[in-house]
């Protein structure tokens, strides 16, 4: 039988170490479908189906930004077929997640160009942010058309037109994700072992975690999200300094 812990007096209980910003390259929908015999297509349905449960669980445990990868600049080569289906399944998700941050206090951002997006899901993405902006209970990232290669672009051009020097903590200020957390830990899935252009900036100092099961596996197994985080619990982040820097890259 198992025994309760219990601190000795005196004894400090360390909390265990919580990722602020957790990031997922939510990859191989399609490769489970066919494992199921199931056209493609079902494997994107299921891998949009339980975003919402997730992040409140991760909330509760004291994450405060999750960030999904759902469609990258490269995916538009995809088929037609496929890419249309996408489009509106993530207006039908982003149209659900109206009433999510309603209902929990969380704030939604959507990143990545708008310029390619179908003009309704795109004044959807507008008016999910413009609903939630003050919210505070938490960060729900969405990148739809997002590449970080053409962030960085981008904000370097931003930058010229400034015409002023810049250093890390002012560029930033130019990137689509400027004032998003940095993120403590990226998982992949499908036991893909790639970053594949996401959030290059912001994973600067990730710890970064691969897993063989496919994301609609991960989005519903309430197991695997304790897996992440007692993944994350064990490292031991320095951030180039000395043994006892701290999980958040600050020295005790």
Same mark, same amino acid.
């Given at each position: 039988?198992?025994?309760?812990?219990?601190?000795?007096?005196?004894?400090?209980?360390?909390?265990?170490?919580?990722?602020?910003?957790?990031?997922?390259?939510?990859?191989?929908?399609?490769?489970?479908?066919?494992?199921?015999?199931? %056209?493609?297509?079902? #494997?994107?349905?299921? #891998?949009?189906? $339980?975003? *919402?449960?997730?992040?409140?669980?991760f909330f509760e445990r004291g994450v405060t930004t999750v960030t999904f990868?759902?469609?990258? !600049?490269?995916?538009?080569?995809?088929?037609? *077929?496929?890419?249309?289906?996408?489009?509106?399944?993530?207006? =039908?998700?982003?149209?659900?997640?109206?009433?999510?941050?309603?209902? &929990?206090?969380?704030?939604?951002?959507?990143?990545? @160009?708008?310029?390619? +997006?179908?003009?309704?899901?795109?004044? &959807?993405?507008?008016?999910?942010?413009?609903?939630?902006?003050?919210?505070?209970? #938490? !960060?729900?990232?969405?990148?739809? $058309?997002?590449? #970080?290669?053409? *962030?960085?672009? =981008?904000?370097?051009? $931003?930058?010229?037109?400034?015409?002023?020097?810049?250093?890390?903590? @002012?560029?930033?200020?130019?990137?689509? !994700?400027?004032?998003?957390?940095?993120?403590?830990?990226?998982?992949?899935?499908?036991? *893909?072992?790639?970053?594949?252009?996401?959030?290059?900036?912001?994973?600067?100092?990730?710890?970064? +975690?691969?897993?063989?099961?496919?994301? %609609?596996?991960?989005?519903?197994?309430?197991?695997?999200?304790?897996? !992440?985080?007692?993944?994350?619990a064990k490292r031991n982040r320095r951030f180039g300094g000395g043994k006892?820097?701290?999980?958040?890259?600050?020295?005790?």
């Amino acid at each position: 039988m198992f025994k309760l812990f219990k601190a000795k007096k005196n004894q400090t209980v360390e909390k265990p170490k919580i990722p602020q910003h957790i990031a997922f390259i939510c990859d191989g929908n399609r490769r489970w479908a066919e494992a199921r015999g199931l %056209p493609p297509l079902a #494997g994107h349905k299921a #891998g949009i189906a $339980n975003f *919402e449960k997730l992040v409140d669980w991760f909330f509760e445990r004291g994450v405060t930004t999750v960030t999904f990868f759902l469609f990258s !600049t490269e995916n538009w080569n995809r088929s037609k *077929e496929e890419v249309d289906f996408l489009m509106d399944l993530f207006y =039908t998700e982003l149209d659900k997640n109206m009433k999510h941050a309603l209902e &929990k206090n969380l704030r939604y951002r959507v990143i990545g @160009s708008r310029d390619k +997006l179908p003009k309704k899901l795109a004044k &959807k993405c507008d008016q999910l942010e413009d609903a939630s902006a003050e919210n505070t209970g #938490g !960060t729900v990232v969405f990148a739809l $058309n997002y590449g #970080g290669q053409d *962030e960085i672009v =981008t904000a370097v051009n $931003n930058a010229i037109k400034e015409g002023k020097p810049v250093d890390k903590e @002012s560029f930033e200020t130019f990137l689509d !994700t400027g004032e998003l957390l940095p993120i403590d830990l990226m998982v992949r899935t499908s036991n *893909e072992f790639r970053i594949s252009n996401f959030l290059l900036w912001k994973l600067a100092y990730a710890e970064l +975690l691969f897993v063989p099961e496919h994301w %609609p596996d991960l989005v519903r197994s309430e197991k695997m999200w304790q897996y !992440t985080l007692d993944e994350y619990a064990k490292r031991n982040r320095r951030f180039g300094g000395g043994k006892k820097a701290n999980y958040s890259g600050r020295k005790k």
